[in-house]
């Protein structure tokens, strides 16, 4: 793996997180896209190298509304550059790592994704993605 891409953090409202983390960071927030497959609204920041993500659900159903209502808002997944996704995800299957996805799916950035069940990773939710080609 490359590099952290982003880290991901469930929040409740995105007008009020994004201004939060626009003076938090000092940077304006560069893109807000909804992917309506995974009933989220994200947004992203640049910080240096890496990014962060803000995840808001768009339906009870959504995983993020799942999580809030566990756990509250706050960290929800660290998500690791990959060169390869395919290859990343067979080599992870091999060695017995539980991928929530066994093949990628498309995110949000322009990014291919799959996420690994936390009970393999010490209860992180992990988050594989490449860039996608144009
Ligand atoms: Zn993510």
Not at 110 to 122: D, Q, R, V
Request: hydrophobic letters at 35%; one cysteine or more.
């Amino acid at each position: 793996m490359n590099k952290i891409e982003h880290i991901g953090i469930a929040i409740k409202n995105m007008d009020e997180a994004i201004k939060n983390y626009e003076i938090l960071l000092g940077t304006k927030c560069y893109k807000v896209e909804e992917v309506a497959s995974e009933g989220v609204k994200t947004a992203f920041f640049k910080v240096g190298e890496s990014k962060i993500e803000l995840l808001e659900a768009t339906n009870p159903e959504s995983p993020i509304a799942k999580f809030i209502l566990k756990r509250g808002t706050g960290m929800h997944h660290i998500a690791f550059d990959v060169t390869d996704i395919s290859k990343e995800i067979e080599r992870l299957e091999k060695e017995g790592y539980q991928l929530i996805q066994s093949s990628p799916k498309n995110g949000a950035d322009n990014k291919l994704i799959a996420f690994l069940h936390p009970k393999s990773t010490e209860g992180v939710l992990v988050e594989l993605c490449q860039e996608r080609v144009q």
